[in-house]
């Protein structure tokens, strides 16, 4: 099984419509991190959050919003979608007390919104 | 604030060919470095790293050496193969290592037989 985990897989939604994309990890990791990727932009940071009770907006974040239901789960919602949010979604996670860490990232989700 | 730049791509090589993907930063301090690669329908994994100024990291015939006074972290590897098609992503995070990872933009490499 996967560390990092990430459902859907594969959306096609319609424009307005509320989606949630979910993650969960079983590395025991307290930082997770939500990225977009878009063919020529490479990755770019929707939300973040180094713990529970801690949520910080990435340089992408209006039309997102995100929940740290536990340290295993990070949701993200698309609160209505619009067509320039089709994209490759990426969720990862890090470990705060291994210091300069690599994260460790989903297989992704390939959102369209039509 | 930091930032990563590298080649633009594509990049097309011929099986056992030389390669290098440049990659400059910018950041206070002495950030962490990384590379990242996808392959085709995947997440990105971790292909190689360095945590300070001369270091060299390597995996899988792919090296990169933290270069403090050019504020660079070129890829190269010596012979590549077609499995290595891929995008290979170059990465920071800060000295504190406080912050989430900033990307490159990614450079594609198509290698063929």
């Known amino acids: 099984d996967a560390d990092v985990t990430q459902t859907p897989r594969n959306r096609i939604t319609k424009t307005g419509k509320r989606i949630m994309l979910e993650c969960s990890q079983t590395k025991g990791h307290d930082r997770m991190y939500w990225y977009r990727q878009d063919p020529g932009l490479g990755l770019q940071l929707i939300y973040y959050s180094f713990d529970v009770k801690d949520i910080n907006k990435g340089e992408i974040s209006d039309g997102y919003s995100v929940s740290r239901q536990a340290q295993a789960k990070f949701s993200l919602s698309l609160e209505s979608a619009i067509p320039n949010q089709t994209a490759l979604y990426f969720c990862?996670?890090?470990?705060?007390?291994?210091?300069?860490?690599?994260?460790?990232f989903g297989q992704g989700t390939r959102l369209t919104v039509v | 604030g930091n930032s990563v730049t590298q080649m633009e791509g594509p990049v097309t090589l011929s099986e056992e060919a030389f390669l290098t993907i440049n990659c400059t930063y910018t950041?206070?301090?002495?950030?962490?470095l990384f590379w990242y690669v996808q392959y085709p329908g995947e997440g990105l994994q971790l292909l190689l790293k360095a945590t300070k100024a001369d270091d060299k990291g390597s995996n899988k015939g792919f090296e990169a050496t933290y270069r403090k006074e050019t504020t660079s972290f070129h890829l190269e590897k010596g012979s590549v193969q077609v499995s290595d098609s891929a995008v290979y992503f170059c990465a920071l995070t800060a000295a504190s290592g406080n912050t989430p990872l900033v990307f490159g933009k990614g450079t594609r490499l198509s290698v063929i037989a």
């Open positions: 950041a206070t301090g002495y950030p962490s």
């Open positions: 990862a996670t890090s470990d705060s007390k291994a210091g300069h860490t690599e994260a460790f």
